[in-house]
């Protein structure tokens, strides 16, 4: 059974903190992570993805992985409001397979 | 980028009609497309994986016969909630990717309402 945990929060972090969001995965065989942000009431919206064993900056978000502790966590420094959502961490094996989502976490950035 | 176009964003039907959901890749083709079902305060529940050309293939507990799926060109997919019941109401959310290499895209989603 593929399962995804994450920590489902409400996560609360002041506005210009470091927001850590952490993601553990049971299927050794996962071979792509992806970060998805959800507002209320709206469809996911792809952060990045990492492949590869390490860290991965975009802007302010960096994806971290470790495949040998199956883990992946995504930082999102200097945290603006705008940033309060769900987000939601899927991994999925290699190819065109479906993404397998965890529950999410929700971030409040408080203002 | 790649973009996946959701039609209707939204849709209230009367129980026991039948809904049709369509899902658009518009800048790439996509033989492979993903339904998703989305309760209130819940995370994303993958229905069945779309295939040009060929069946769908449903995940356990979904009904096959309640939830047809179409696939029927290279850039469309489209699911039809039959017989709708209130129990049906809930966000629904196409996906599609663009290359083994890229992220996956989601169409905007479409919230149904079975009153």
């Known amino acids: 059974q593929k399962e995804v945990e994450q920590n489902s929060g409400p996560l609360s972090v002041p506005e210009g903190a470091i927001a850590s969001l952490n993601c553990t995965y049971s299927?050794?065989?996962?071979?792509?992570f992806f970060w998805y942000r959800q507002y209320s009431g709206k469809s996911p919206e792809l952060i990045m993805f990492?492949?590869?064993?390490g860290d991965k900056e975009d802007g302010r978000f960096t994806a971290q992985l470790n495949k040998a502790s199956q883990y992946v966590s995504l930082l999102i420094r200097d945290s603006q409001p705008s940033d309060s959502a769900t987000y939601l961490c899927?991994?999925?094996?290699?190819?065109?397979?479906?993404?397998?989502f965890g529950k999410g976490t929700r971030l409040s950035v408080i203002a | 980028g790649a973009v996946v176009s959701q039609h209707p964003s939204r849709v209230i039907c009367k129980s026991g009609t039948s809904v049709k959901i369509e899902c658009r890749s518009l800048?790439?083709?996509?033989?492979?497309m993903f339904w998703y079902r989305q309760f209130p305060k819940q995370s994303l529940m993958l229905m069945a994986t779309?295939?040009?050309?060929?069946?769908?293939?449903?995940e356990q507990g979904v009904e096959k016969d309640k939830f047809l799926i179409n696939h029927a060109s290279l850039t469309l997919s489209t699911l039809t909630v039959t017989s709708a019941h209130p129990e049906d109401s809930s966000f629904y959310i196409c996906?599609?990717?663009?290359?083994?290499?890229?992220?996956?895209?989601f169409g905007s989603g479409t919230r149904l309402t079975v009153v």
């Open positions: 990492i492949y590869s064993n």
């Open positions: 800048d790439f083709q996509a033989t492979t």
């Open positions: 299927d050794r065989g996962s071979q792509s």
């Open positions: 996906s599609a990717r663009q290359g083994n290499l890229a992220g996956y895209t």
């Open positions: 779309s295939n040009e050309g060929s069946k769908a293939t449903y």
């Open positions: 899927a991994v999925t094996l290699s190819g065109n397979t479906p993404l397998v």
